[in-house]
């Protein structure tokens, strides 16, 4: 029964934002369409273990939650205004949905204008990354709309109340309402779906490693990250960056059994025990690197999934082939001016030319950031700058400078196993 129950979940996990989507395409109303869709979920929940799932599990829970939203437009008082004031000149069922298994001539068999697909699911996915939401606010409402998680789900996540995400996800809904319900059309396709991708990137990376708390490893975030991520390549399988960015989170997923030792503390990669590595997973994720160098012109996500394809193909650290790293690190940098991606191409110059070539690159990119925070918060050095030129300075045998470095990434990090494994570093240069 409980393979059973975990079978359903899925199913409905996978329809629920195909649901949403055309119930939004076909009244408008993202809140109360939202709110029909949970309700034919939970009914769901409480009759397909009793009765047996439906031969179109989809087409079932459209049917349910059109009828709930119905009801609901039907009952709603501003809604019965507006028809008594265009009474005279609109016929008075204009404004009734057709019911479930009718409608207008050329209508699907749910009564929407058209068979429900996931086509609706990336339309949502568009409509959640509207470029008028901050980046803070397209993630909750993708999670939230798209990924299906609870709005106590979304605030544990980014470990702010729930009255403060349920705000922020409300404001979100009324900055789309009126937005028209479709793909974007190709003059701002490319944008949005960068727009898209991106906010998939951030849910993943923050569920592979967590900013603040007590946890380093979120995993229903990154799952979820990854399963919104398929579901957009079913969609658009030749679009070289959806491949690229799958086969990066595949192949970083893969290394989650190794990343934690018996107590939670973390394992940096070159000390990870790689037997305990998803070989499966890595073998997917190659493929996936491989076929997306294959559909175009090399973008930041195929070339990140290229690098960590080389990561995991090494059957012990020193394998690791360094200099073709640099060498994709070196295109990666030339095509975005990322931090992050910077500060990795740091660590492969100095695996291959030595650690005080790298702590050159390090001071390089720690004078452009001191430059950048003066004129703002966000340009502001980041931890992760002292934690690699520690790692750097242990390496060239400055243990004193390395220990101060190590102290300063701990005293700057809300992550609780960082934190605490910069702190471990630090005192064992002590001893």
């Given at each position: 029964?409980?393979?059973?129950t ?6 409905l996990r996978?329809h ?5 989507g ?7 109303h993202?809140?109360p ?7 034919a ?21 459209i ?9 609901r437009?039907?009952s ?32 699907g068999p ?11 699911t ?12 901050s980046?803070?606010?397209q ?11 609870t ?11 729930e009255?403060?995400m349920a ?5 979100a ?5 009126g937005?028209?319900?479709r ?11 960068a ?14 490693t ?8 979120r995993?229903?975030l990154?799952?979820?990250?990854i399963?919104l ?10 679009e ?5 960015l ?8 893969a ?5 934690t ?8 990669l ?5 037997a305990?590595w ?8 190659t ?10 012109p ?7 999934a290229?690098?960590a ?10 394998d ?18 990322d ?15 030595g ?5 050159a690159?390090?001071e ?9 925070g ?5 340009g ?5 700058l002292?934690?690699v030129r ?37 005192d064992?240069l002590?001893?």
């Open positions: 029964m409980g393979r059973a975990d079978d359903i979940e899925d199913l996978r629920a934002p195909q649901v949403l055309a119930l939004v395409r076909r009244y408008g993202f809140d369409a939202e709110d029909s869709v949970q309700e979920l939970i009914a769901a929940a409480e009759q397909w273990p009793r009765d047996g799932i439906p031969d179109n599990p989809r087409g079932w829970l049917r349910v939650a059109s009828r709930r939203l119905t009801d437009l039907r709603d008082e501003a809604r019965r205004r507006r028809e008594e004031t265009a009474a005279a000149l609109t016929p008075a069922d204009a404004f009734v949905a057709p019911p479930p298994g009718e409608g207008p001539a050329g209508a749910s009564g929407l204008g058209r068979a429900p697909s996931e086509d609706d990336l339309t949502l996915l568009f409509l959640c990354c509207h470029p008028a939401l980046p803070a606010a993630i909750a409402l993708t999670l939230r709309a798209v990924g299906g998680l709005t106590a789900e979304i605030a544990r996540a980014h470990l702010v109340p009255a403060t705000q922020r996800i409300s404001r809904k009324r900055a789309v309402r937005t028209q319900f793909q974007p059309d190709a003059r701002d396709r490319d944008q949005r779906l727009a898209v991708l991106q906010v998939l990137y951030l849910i993943f990376n923050e569920g592979y967590a900013t603040a708390g007590p946890d380093l490893h995993t229903d990154a799952r979820e990250a399963r991520t398929r579901a957009v390549r079913r969609l658009l399988p030749h070289g960056r959806v491949t690229g799958l086969a990066l989170m595949v192949l970083t997923e290394r989650t059994p190794a990343r030792g018996p107590d939670g503390e973390l394992i940096p070159d000390e990870q025990d790689r305990l998803d070989r499966t997973a890595v073998a997917e994720g493929a996936l690197a491989e076929e997306a160098l294959a559909q175009g090399a973008g930041d996500y195929q070339l990140q290229a690098i394809a080389l990561h995991d193909e090494a059957e012990r650290a020193e690791t082939d360094w200099p073709q790293i640099l060498a994709l690190y070196d295109l990666l940098v030339r095509r975005s001016p931090p992050a991606a910077a500060l990795g191409r740091a660590v492969a110059v100095a695996m291959v030319q650690p005080r070539a790298g702590l690159e390090v390089a990119l720690a004078k452009t950031a001191g430059t950048a003066r004129s703002g918060t966000a502001q050095r980041h931890y992760r002292d934690a520690a790692h750097l300075l242990e390496r060239a045998g400055d243990m004193a400078a390395a220990r101060t470095a190590y102290r300063a990434a701990a005293d700057a990090t809300l992550s609780e196993p960082e934190a605490n494994y910069l702190r471990r570093r630090a064992r002590d001893g």
